[in-house]
Structures are given as structure tokens and as C-alpha cells.
């Protein structure tokens, strides 16, 4: 199983990105998918999942409002779509994938078994 983090670059303060996560080895319809972040010096911290089956979503405090996650069956992939960004939100975005997890574990990174490699999102003020 791998996953690949693609879309993070170099934007200003209010601009929008959108990350994708695409996996080979699995389908992610029958998996959690979640993205964490990190911040030089800073740990590991959850951005947002979404459930196995699609129905259910949850955002951190910090970017609800502002990031949307979703999934695209057609392509397969898990997408995150950044809006208002703040300099605040610069960090590395690393994708995750579990089939097992329950929901009350969602947030926490240790609970996913398979991670992309990470794309850098850097927001300029």
C-alpha cells in the first residue's frame, strides 16, 4: 500500500489550495482518510477525516469553516480543499489511511496504519 500527497506549494494569506491523496494498494471507499499536519517544532496535529463509507466528516477547530475534505470515487482519491489560508496553516500535510480504526480514535495519528510522504503548504502574510 502506498499513498501520495500531491498539491501543497507556495501561496499568500487568503489564497486557496487543494491537496489530493491517491493510494495504490487499496480503495479508499473501505477506509478512514485523514490528513495531519506538521509545523517545524511542532507535533504531528489532525486537519480533518473522513469516515470509511463517506458519511461522516470532522475538522479540526482551527480549519473548520475553512477546509473541506471529500472524496472522489471516480478518481479514488481524498481531496482537501484549503480556503482563507492563514500563515498559521504552514506546515507539512501528510495523508492517512486506516481500515480499522473506530471513530472516537480518528484524531489520533497513531491510530492509522498507512502515510503518504507529505506535500509543504507555505502560507506568506
Known amino acids: 500500500v502506498q499513498l501520495q500527497a500531491s498539491g501543497g506549494g507556495l501561496v499568500q494569506a487568503g489564497d486557496s489550495l487543494r491537496l489530493s491523496c491517491a493510494a495504490s494498494?487499496?480503495?479508499?471507499?473501505?477506509?478512514?482518510v485523514a490528513w495531519f499536519r506538521q509545523a517545524p517544532g511542532r507535533e504531528r496535529e489532525f486537519v480533518a477525516a473522513?469516515?470509511?463509507?463517506?458519511?461522516?466528516?470532522h475538522y479540526a477547530d482551527s480549519v473548520k469553516g475553512r477546509f473541506a475534505i471529500s472524496r472522489d470515487s471516480a478518481k479514488d482519491t481524498v481531496n482537501l480543499q484549503m480556503n482563507s489560508l492563514k500563515p498559521e496553516d504552514t506546515a507539512v500535510y501528510y495523508c492517512?489511511?486506516?481500515?480499522?480504526?473506530?471513530?472516537?480514535?480518528?484524531?489520533?495519528?497513531?491510530?492509522?496504519?498507512?502515510w503518504g510522504q507529505g506535500t509543504q503548504v507555505t502560507v506568506s502574510s
Open positions: 494498494g487499496l480503495t479508499f471507499r473501505s477506509y478512514t
Open positions: 473522513i469516515f470509511r463509507g463517506g458519511s461522516s466528516l
Open positions: 492517512a489511511a486506516d481500515r480499522s480504526l473506530i471513530m472516537s480514535s480518528m484524531r489520533r495519528d497513531q491510530a492509522y496504519d498507512f
